[in-house]
Structures are given as structure tokens and as C-alpha cells.
């Protein structure tokens, strides 16, 4: 019993730690309408970008400050320079560039920083917390609640006015456009917003398992979430991650001695696959979106 316990609340937390992943999606699509499969490479690029401030000898906030500046910034040049081009384009083409600046910065990043993995301190004990005879994993737990302070921030950030606008323009460009609301400005402030989500994940998982190239793999578990909890709810991110989380800490930790391993990126795409049959717009997300 104490070994599902284990399984099951360092699977939860972990999945929380998806949830802060999938976030930076999320918040793109649901204020600018727009499906962002860059967001691995942003969560490592983030990362990349706190470990060069903290090896400057800056302390750990302040480099997630400034790194968080330096990822909004880089939100907005990729808005300007490339997204600005696609608006009212068919919705292919924009996933296919959000791939291409995958792709790029995955090689980029690691080619001008190096590939080989980098440790990144945040202060976090190694130690666990013991609950009885369960063991918790301490960096866990903290990544678990800076994902709830972010998911919380982010649902108050929508209940705004900002938000509301931004939420409209996702709804529809044209419409937008004819109204005076500016879409070129609310896709640039969606991809600043994500790139600074993107900060708190990259710090988290780099602390949790380094800083390399990897980083970028977290994309996949990521786009789990978003399809099982709803592409446009940040609440389903939420109860996305715990799902994914929990399901793919507490099968591989049963069943992992009996296929040889790797059975958590079955159970990831059983997930992707499972949803999509069934319930193709998610937990929470509306039955209008149109997935490609």
C-alpha cells in the first residue's frame, strides 16, 4: 500500500509539473487561437537562459526575474518577426511553423550553449519528505506549487479586461480586426505570457534532471495534457496533468519489471490516442475546436 502511495502522490506531483508545461500552450491557444508545438523548446531555451545568469553568480530569483524578461522578449520577436506573417492563415500553416521553431531551437540552443547536461541549483534539499513510509520527492513538491500559484494566476489573469480581449481575438481575427482590438499585439503578449510560464518550467525540470536538449522532450507529455484536460481550459491543464501524472508514474512503477521498461510513453500516447477517439475536444474544452 505504501508503494502505490508513493506511485500515486509523486505521480500527481509530477503531472503538476506537466501542468506547468502545458500551460504555456494553453495560454497561447486560448488568447490568440493559435496551437504552439514550440513550447518544449521554449521550456528548455528558458532554462538555458536561467543557467547562464545563475553561472554569472546572480542569485536564483534574480535570474528567473531576468530570464523571465529575456523569454517575454523573445515571445515577442518570434510574434513579430514570424507569426505576424500567418495571421488569417489556414491553421496548418501556423502549427508547422510553431514545429519548424521547435525544431530549431532544439539544435540552436544546445550547439551555441552545449549539449552536455548542466546542473542548475535552486536551492532545493535532495533530501525527500517521509510521510510514514512514504518517500515524496522535496523538488516535487515545490514544482507542484509553483504550477498551482501559475495555473491560479493565469485564470484571474482571463477574468481581466486584457484577458477578455485577448480571449476574443481567439475566438475570431476578422471580427477582432473590424472592432478596433489588435490581433498582431495580442499574439505577441500571448507568446510574452507563455514565454515567461515557460521560465517556471524551465527552472524546475532543469533543477529536477539538468539542463540539456531534453528539456524539449517534455513537449510530448505536455501535449497530453492539453488534449485530455481541453486545448483552450486551463483548468483541464490542471486536471490534465494529474491524470497523466498519476497514470504514468503508477503503471510503469507496476509494470515496468515485466516489459523491460519504457512503458510511460505507452501509457502517454494511450492517453493522446484514447482521448482523441473519445472525447476529442478534451475534459473541458469546448465542443467547437476544430482539431487538425
Known sequence: ???????????????LMYSLVALGFVLIYKSAGVPNLAQGALVMTAAYVVWIFTSYGL??????????????????????FLLRRMVGQPVI???????????????LVPGILGAAPKSLNAGIS??????????????????GVVALLLI?????????????KMRAVSDDHLASWAVGLSVERAIGLSWGIAGIAA?????LWGAVQGVDWTLSAL???????????????????????LLVGILGSVVPGYLDSYAGGSTRDVVTSLIILLTIMIRPYGIFGREDIERI
Not at 500553416?93 to 539544435?107: D, K, N, P, S
Request: charged share 10%; aromatic share 8%; glycine share 16%.
Open 1 to 15: 500500500m505504501a508503494y502505490f502511495l508513493e506511485l500515486l502522490l509523486n505521480g500527481a506531483l509530477t503531472g
Open 59 to 80: 542569485p536564483l530569483w534574480l535570474a528567473v526575474l531576468l530570464g523571465a524578461a529575456a523569454m517575454f522578449a523573445l515571445g515577442l520577436l518570434v510574434e513579430r
Open 93 to 107: 500553416m501556423v502549427v508547422m511553423l510553431t514545429l519548424g521553431i521547435e525544431i530549431l531551437l532544439r539544435g
Open 126 to 143: 535532495l533530501s525527500p519528505v517521509i510521510i510514514g513510509d512514504v518517500f515524496l520527492n522535496r523538488a516535487y513538491i515545490v514544482g
Open 152 to 164: 491560479g494566476a493565469s485564470l484571474l489573469f482571463f477574468r481581466t479586461r486584457l484577458g477578455t
Open 199 to 203: 521560465v517556471g518550467a524551465g527552472t
Open 219 to 241: 513537449l510530448f507529455p505536455a501535449i497530453a495534457v492539453v488534449i485530455l484536460g481541453g486545448v483552450d481550459s486551463i483548468v483541464g491543464v490542471l486536471l490534465g496533468g
